[in-house]
Nanobody
Framework: QLVESGGGLVQPGGSLRLSCVASGFTYAAWDFAWFHQAPGKEREGVARIATGSGNTYYADSVKGRFTISRDNAKSTLYLQMNSLEVEDMARYYC???????????WGQGTQVTVSS
């Protein structure tokens, strides 16, 4: 199970930190990612973090503004979002990533609204 939290309303230029608590499986053994979906658009990947190496990957649109991290001891995934833009407004999902980049499981999502 994946449960996200931390979404909310923020002004442009503001920050939010999303969290995703995992349970029911060996968290440390999996890669994880954050996806988002804006109204009328398809879901797209925002950031990914690998198990083991902890290597991170970002969509070009968020590089330098967002940081993905993980705490294996707490089975928790994070997404620190800074300098938020109106274009970042979407529902954000925590995703367990399997071999070949397949999306094995999804959380229910948390809404991020960026508005003045």
């Amino acid at each position: 199970q994946l449960v996200e939290s931390g979404g909310g309303l923020v002004q442009p230029g503001g920050s939010l930190r999303l969290s995703c608590v995992a349970s029911g499986f060996t968290y440390a053994a999996w890669d994880f990612a954050w996806f988002h979906q804006a109204p009328g658009k398809e879901r797209e990947g925002v950031a990914r973090i690998a198990t083991g190496s902890g290597n991170t990957y970002y969509a070009d649109s968020v590089k330098g503004r967002f940081t993905i991290s993980r705490d294996n001891a707490k089975s928790t995934l994070y997404l620190q979002m800074n300098s938020l833009e109106v274009e970042d407004m979407a529902r954000y999902y925590c995703v367990k990533v399997g071999e070949g980049g397949s999306c094995v499981d999804w959380g229910q999502g948390t809404q991020v609204t960026v508005s003045s």
